[in-house]
Each structure stands twice: as structure tokens, then as C-alpha cells.
């Protein structure tokens, strides 16, 4: 599958174009606010979805991995809550759009803003696989809503990646 036919395109070695309907993009941006809003209220300690974000660095050493989450969780969050900021930037052109518009708008990724996408995209389908039960490929209801944002985001992130391999 090329990359037009997974939505995403190159222009030049450096700018990601990624096709993506105002109405994508409305619910994106809702999407990474809800999970910014989560990184923000919530300890790794008091929320599973948010642990996720910041595994035990030694699972064989307690003491050794609540160190390290000590010194690394305010600063791995904080980077995550600036990737979902960036992200929502990104798709702040397109909510000016009609939201019900479901024709593809390019919408270019300069490397860091690619880089920020990637990374928030990643984090947030972590948290709704934590908050859907997925641990495995097999795992998740098809006919539960959530699992097909999961899924659309997945989709999303392969096409970027892909993209920024080529």
C-alpha cells in the first residue's frame, strides 16, 4: 500500500503531508485534549492507563524502578503533554473548517511536529488499550466504538511512520 492509499505522502525529505478530513481532525483534537486533561489530573500511581505511560524501568528490582519513575514520570509526562499540545496546534487550521467535511485536507509535519505526532499517537492507544483490556493483537471487542478509535489511531500512527521511513 502506498502512501496516498494509507493517507500520508512525503513532499520533500523533511515535511510529512498528512491527508485528514476536518471532521478526523475535530474528533483528534477532542481526543488528545481528553488525554492531555488526563495527563494533567492524574499520578501513574492513581490511574492504570497513565502507569502505562511509565513502565517499571527494573521489574526485578521495586526499590531500583520507584526511583527511577521518581526522577523521569514529571519530566516523560510533561513531554507528553507538550507532544499532545503540538498536535493539537497542528489541527487547529483544519477545525476552522466545516467539521462535518469529509473531503482530505494535506495538512504538512515539519520533523518535530511528525516526531510529536508519532509520540502522542502512540501514548494515547496505550491508554485506551489499557482502558479496553488489550494486551494482545486478539484482544478487544470489534463492536465496541472504542475499539475502532483504537484502531484509527493505529491506522494513523502506521501511515506516519511509514512515512517518515520512505
Known sequence: MGDRERGTGMTDAKTVILEITPLEAT?????????????????PTEDPA???LVPDAYTDDPQGSAEFRRLTEPTLLERRSDDAAMVVASLAPLLAEDPTDLEPVGLPLDPPTAAAWVRCLAA??????ERLGIRTESDGEVDDPRFGVYEWLGFRLDGLMTALDD
Not at 30 to 35: E, G, H, P, R, S
Open 124 to 129: 494515547l492507544r496505550l491508554v485506551l488499550a
Open 27 to 43: 474528533h483528534l483534537t477532542d481526543l488528545v485534549t481528553q488525554f492531555d486533561e488526563l495527563l494533567q489530573a492524574s499520578r
Open 50 to 52: 497513565v502507569a502505562r
